[in-house]
């Protein structure tokens, strides 16, 4: 009964719009049997055209002049069991395999091939003959997931099929077949759809691009990495950068072991600082220089050409010539930043000596308190000597073994002769004689390395 009364339905629908298979005469849609034909204005019946009916949808004869239903039609069109063109609807087949293929067809019944195409505010691509495309489609440039639907954002995928040199990867952080432990990676797509991956101009091993304000590097293939990564030309710890185990550039403090291609570390394990940009603070040179020191938390630090904050007594150079510099002092290896006051130092050679360090750090050269300073260390008469005459800063000072300077007074050295000082200390007289070339000693330097 139901079956009849569908046919009926669709004859109403048909037949309205004109003859039935007794009215030949009128132009229109009749019905032959268990098909429809459609006669033209003439009485003829209408072959491969389309063709409206009373319900005002569209319809194919074909070339024997029925009805099509169930069918392609043009190759770019498809009528439904009714005969219907079908219009802004997706249509399932079944392939010989078994398998499912998708089709969408758009306001006009063509098919939609080779592009995008929204639907619902979802984005999906079809192939050149109009089939929804599956996973990794464009030069595995984008990805459309099983649904077929377009992939933004942070995906956890397994890379395409044809990536071999991907499969053999081995990232820190993922077993040694390249991938995590359920051999997937990450890959990060933009609001279009497309993959990031580096540009075949990025001066690293590897390209970084920052999302959501953090930075994240990915290899050729757009596959996440982490660790230690080279992402700048050059070989010094400012080509790489370091990635945590969630792909994060670490910024700030970080104990951690140093990169694998660099040597001259002195541990398994050193301290570096990354900024903002995840960059590792460091020299320029071997060479330390005053525009290496970096004031962080309140604490002024000097990083090495290794990107380790340097510690103990340091040659720092001021600019303006190799003898411009002057000794700064970081502590420990614990500590590791700038030292102020006077402070008791082991130099280079083992021996410890008194030095005072400015309010910004630099070894102090001339009198304070009392006592003579030069580059920071006490200078003090030395080799058995009372009294030995020291030119800092342009002046000669006389000091006593205790670095003490003597101020308006004459005291005699070990030689017996008679030094007579001014008021700040400076000699003016040796034995009474103007001439005091003969008893000035250039200044002890503090024993340090760069």
């Known amino acids: 009964m139901k079956k009849k009364m569908a046919v009926w339905t669709l004859a109403a629908l048909l037949s309205l719009g004109g003859a039935t298979i007794t009215a030949m005469a009128a132009e229109g849609w009749a019905q032959s ?54 219009t802004d609807k997706w249509l399932k087949l079944t392939t010989d395999e078994g398998e499912y293929e998708w089709y969408y067809f758009g306001s006009s019944g063509k098919k939609i091939d080779d592009t995008w195409k929204k639907i619902d505010d979802k984005w999906y691509h079809f192939d050149g003959d109009g089939r929804m495309e599956l996973g990794w489609i464009l030069d595995d440039m984008y990805y459309t997931g099983t649904d077929g639907v377009m992939r933004t954002g942070w995906q956890k995928l397994f890379p395409p099929d044809d990536y071999d040199e991907m499969k053999n990867k081995v990232i820190p952080g993922y077993d040694s077949n390249g991938g995590s432990d359920d ?35 990915f290899d050729e293939d757009g596959a996440l990495q982490t660790g230690w990564q080279r992402v700048r030309s050059g070989d010094t710890i400012e080509s790489y950068m370091y990635f945590g185990s969630d792909g994060k550039a670490k910024t700030g403090w970080y104990s951690i072991e140093p990169p694998d291609d660099l040597d001259g570390y002195d541990g398994d394990v050193e301290w570096f600082y990354f900024t903002n ?174």
Request: hydrophobic share 25%; aromatic share 14%; charged share 25%.
């Open 183 to 217: 051999g997937q990676y990450w890959f990060y797509f933009s609001s279009s759809g497309k993959k990031y991956v580096p540009s075949d101009g990025s001066a690293g091993d590897y390209g970084t691009r920052k999302i959501d304000g953090v930075y994240y590097c």
């Open 277 to 450: 940009s995840g960059k590792p603070r460091a020299a320029d040179s071997e060479r330390l220089s005053i525009s290496d020191i970096v004031k962080i938390s309140g604490k002024s630090y000097l990083f090495n050409h290794l990107g380790n904050p340097a510690y103990g007594l340091k040659k720092v150079y001021l600019g303006g010539g190799e003898d411009n510099w002057t000794a700064f002092y970081f502590g420990t290896k614990e500590k590791s930043c700038v030292q102020t006051g006077k402070i008791k130092v082991t130099e280079d050679d083992g021996s410890k000596s008194d030095f005072y360090f400015a309010d910004n750090g630099r070894g102090y050269s001339g009198v304070k308190d009392n006592y003579l300073y030069y580059k920071g260390k006490l200078q003090t008469a030395t080799d058995g000597e009372k009294y030995v005459c020291y030119r800092v800063n342009g002046n000669n000072y006389v000091v006593n073994s205790s670095g003490k300077v003597m101020k308006g007074t004459s005291v005699k050295n070990s030689d017996g002769v008679k030094l007579t000082t001014s008021s700040s200390g400076t000699l003016s007289t040796a034995d009474g004689e103007s001439d005091i070339s003969s008893y000035i000693t250039e200044p002890m330097e503090p024993m340090c390395t760069e």
């Open 33 to 86: 049997g268990n098909s429809w034909i459609y006669y033209d204005s003439n009485g003829s019946k209408v072959y491969n055209a389309w063709k409206k009916g009373a319900d005002n949808q569209w319809r194919y004869l074909n070339g024997e002049g029925t009805m099509a239903v169930n069918a392609w039609v043009d190759g770019d069109y498809y009528v439904d069991s009714n005969g219907i063109m079908l």
